[in-house]
């Protein structure tokens, strides 16, 4: 009997202990969301924050403000919020495990208007935060009662206490890879070459100084070194110890500098290098040169072309399928709803969302709340999704020029543009591995564009006419119940287990550009990865090593998550992002909807001529305007830009119609 109650004291106790330490490992991390603290004040043009819309769950929070529940009232309009959420007790102990506590809101002549329920764990260095939504809006939790310092001061944090004048020194990072010799495991082998990375940067005058180097891989921190001088900056190096198990040879990587003038001083705020991206690449071939100048473009409201060229102006609202690969679940959505014309009449439909996915992970970016003929109904803060499974699927880089690019595992590129809350441009540029592997209403990078338009169950228009492109248009329509909508709340994304090749240098030759060749160009699988050197034509370069993938559910903090399939993880959490430059702005996932009297099935005329305006006019606007150009006319001295031309004319008299005509109902 006693052999059976101590069993069971123990299968209990150890049951207790994995529960618990499990808290500590699974939870929502927040980062960097100082203005949570009790001493930031409320702004003029502060966005207060509600947790009203939070998702009930364990939630761990990090920043220089400080990373605890402030255990005091603060006053009204603290905390980023109107309405401050405390707590109203003591923070647990290390030995205590899980304990119940009582967070009170601040109201107008209360500090605990009302309460809430909340749990607690002591995890040794940190607390976790069982955190249940606000009853009101524009009330939110109280983490930290540090601010940042003013501008032009500083700290070892960069907040508060111990604000001083901050250096005025300035350095320029740069992130550089290269490989070492390292004794290898086996001694009679000799020595092998091991990558790393190294940031970079001129020795200030004057000094000495010391400095402070961080290593970001995907904007995750992943090293920090402090105190080092500039001769000992080979100590601070990025090596694979601190990458592998946790991040693919796929990775975004940055460095930033802090300088401080003397050992232990304050430093200057983090200087950052520009983003090098390691491994990542278009693959190259002169099979490529088939498909080089083939992009599928929608430009808002949205003009629209196929890979082949064959343009088209897209007038209904809902979700599309732009492209998807017939043998891989690779696919990218666009989102449509009705946009502002003259006089209030709806011209034709503007982007408004961009979804891409790689069998289970899943990138969206979008702009509006409702899709709708009727009215105009727009997010007050564009939202982002990336549920990342595994770092070879994609990866997002901003460019120079204002673009998001997404990169696929092919090489395929999607790059994306705003314009105030519409998605200006949305370009897709196809890999030599997409050729007759792809489909959906950018057609087939074939060079015909007989064939651009083709229903999923392989139906083709009647005629070339416009109605009839549009009836097989529409076929590509996703329901936003359906299981292949991607900007649902919760969509049905399977890993088929293939192997996601990534081409960094084609292993075997495909150099010849006949149709035999290119259909075998899926079989190039294998490849040569290296962070140090530049791609290779695949004609030059041969290896027999396979590079292949595999899956490991990781969240926006580089922790490894559980597999979807596991009890309890039946959905996926949404983390999302506003689009201001308030890094600690992050909010709740709202779902996209439909106007009630949206259908599905409607495809809305095109709008008709008036206030005097026909095509023959209009024409001869656009055709004086453009061919007068003095940029075009210096411009077509040196390359042919007759296409270009062609386009602009077209998108011209288009927008005439568009602006100065209607849509009969």
């Known amino acids: 009997m006693w052999c059976k109650l101590f069993y069971s004291l123990v299968v209990t106790t150890i049951s207790l202990v994995a529960f618990v330490s499990g808290q500590c490992t699974d939870y929502k991390l927040q980062t960097n969301q100082y203005k949570r603290s009790s001493g930031y004040q409320l702004g003029r043009t502060d966005v207060a924050i509600s947790d009203n819309f939070l998702s009930e769950g364990w939630y761990r929070f990090q920043s220089g403000a400080g990373n605890d529940m402030v255990t005091s009232s603060p006053s009204i309009a603290m905390c980023g919020t109107i309405y401050p959420v405390w707590l109203n007790g003591s923070l647990p102990l290390e030995n205590e495990g899980i304990v119940n506590r009582t967070a009170c809101v601040v109201g107008l002549t209360r500090s605990c208007e009302s309460m809430i329920s909340i749990k607690i764990i002591n995890c040794g260095t940190y607390n976790v935060y069982y955190l249940r939504k606000t009853p009101i ?11 940042k310092c003013p501008d032009g001061q500083g700290s070892e944090t960069g907040f508060t206490p111990g604000c001083q004048m901050l250096p005025t020194i300035t350095v320029t990072p740069v992130v550089n890879a290269d490989l070492e010799d390292t004794p290898s495991q086996i001694p009679r082998l000799g020595s092998s070459k091991k990558s790393y990375f190294e940031c970079t940067f001129d020795k200030p005058s004057m000094g000495p100084y010391y ?3 961080t290593w970001y891989i995907h904007g995750n921190e ?9 001769e000992e900056l080979s100590t601070t190096r990025l090596l694979p110890k601190h990458w592998v198990h946790q991040y693919n040879l796929n990775m975004v990587v940055m460095c930033s500098v802090r300088v401080r003038e003397t050992e232990g001083g304050v430093p200057t705020n983090e200087m950052t290098s520009s983003e090098y991206q390691a491994g990542i690449f278009i693959y190259i071939s002169d099979v490529d040169n088939t498909i080089s100048d083939r992009i599928c473009k929608l430009q808002t409201d949205p003009r629209f072309w196929t890979f082949d060229g064959k343009q088209h102006d897209i007038y209904s609202a809902g979700e599309f399928v732009l492209y998807r690969h017939k043998k891989r679940n690779v696919e990218v959505h666009a989102l449509f709803t009705a946009c502002p014309g003259d006089s209030g009449n709806l011209g034709a439909a503007c982007t408004c969302g961009v979804a891409i996915r790689v069998e289970d992970s899943l990138y969206v970016y979008r702009t509006c709340r409702e899709v709708s003929y009727q009215t105009v109904n727009l997010l007050a803060h564009h939202s982002t999704i990336y549920e990342v499974c595994d770092d070879k699927h994609m990866v997002i880089s901003t460019e120079s020029d204002g673009f998001t690019k997404i990169t696929l595992p092919s090489g395929t590129v999607v790059k994306y543009k705003l314009h105030g809350n519409w998605i200006r441009y949305l370009h897709i540029i196809p890999s030599a591995f997409d050729i007759d592997n792809m489909e959906g209403i950018c057609g087939n990078a074939n060079d015909n564009d007989a064939d651009d338009f083709v229903a999923p169950d392989g139906r083709t228009p009647t005629s070339d006419s416009r109605e009839d492109n549009d009836i097989i248009i529409n076929t590509w329509k996703i329901q936003l119940t359906s299981p292949n909508s991607l900007f649902s709340a919760n969509p049905v994304l399977e890993n088929t287990s293939n192997d996601v090749q990534k081409y960094c240098s084609c292993a075997t030759e495909a150099s010849n550009t006949n149709n035999a060749i290119l259909k075998n160009l899926e079989d190039h699988h294998t490849a040569v990865c290296n962070i140090t050197t530049s791609l290779v034509d695949c004609s030059h370069q041969q290896t027999t090593a396979s590079f292949l993938t595999t899956c490991n559910r990781v969240d926006n903090n580089g922790r490894k998550r559980r597999a979807l399939s596991e009890v309890g993880l039946n959905k996926r959490s949404k983390r999302v992002r506003r689009s201001t ?9 709202e779902p996209l909807i439909y106007d009630p009297s949206y259908s599905f099935t409607y495809i809305p005329q095109i709008p008709t001529w008036r206030n005097g305006w026909n095509e023959s006019h209009a024409r001869q606007v656009c055709e004086e305007s453009i061919n007068n150009d003095h940029v075009k006319l210096e411009c077509e001295k040196y390359i042919d830009i007759q296409k270009m031309v062609n386009h602009s004319i077209s998108s011209c008299i288009l927008d005439i119609r568009v602006i100065n005509g209607e849509i009969e109902q």
């Open 222 to 230: 992943v090293r920090r070194t402090r105190n080092v001088t500039y």
């Open 581 to 589: 430059t308030d890094s600690d702005d992050v909010i709740d996932f």
């Open 137 to 147: 809006l524009a009330s939110g939790y109280c983490f930290g009662e540090q601010v």
């Open 211 to 213: 400095f402070d180097i």
